[in-house]
């Protein structure tokens, strides 16, 4: 039996604004797998994407918020499951916050 690690990806619009953001991608995931598209760059990687703001500031060469990453995405495959001032994560796995609000849920019924 094999196992296959589902792929995760990430559509960014290629402008001269989100090229430290794809720059900072393509550096921080190993086995990402890129190709431009007219007007898109896609992003994709077994398992999970990570984006970490300092990667990005530093190729920006000014503060990066992680929710300015909202306004670079046009579309992505996976779920975010982790998002905080540092680091995105695109995974299949399910945000930790959401498994104990939905397990405290259906106890209560």
Excluded at 21 to 33: F, H, R, T
Excluded at 95 to 109: L, R, W
């Amino acid at each position: 039996m094999t196992t296959e690690t589902r792929t995760v990806s990430v559509d960014i619009q290629e402008t001269e604004n989100n090229r430290a953001l794809i720059d900072a991608i393509e550096a921080d995931n190993s086995e990402l797998v890129m190709r431009h598209l007219p007007g898109i760059v896609k992003l994709q990687a077994p398992g999970r994407l990570e984006i970490n703001r300092a990667s990005v500031e530093e190729r920006l060469g000014r503060e990066w918020e992680t929710h300015e990453f909202q306004m670079a995405i046009v579309t992505l495959a996976g779920n975010i499951s982790e998002w905080d001032e540092d680091h995105i994560v695109i995974s299949w796995g399910r945000p930790v916050e959401d498994d104990e609000d939905d397990d405290d849920d259906e106890e209560d019924y």
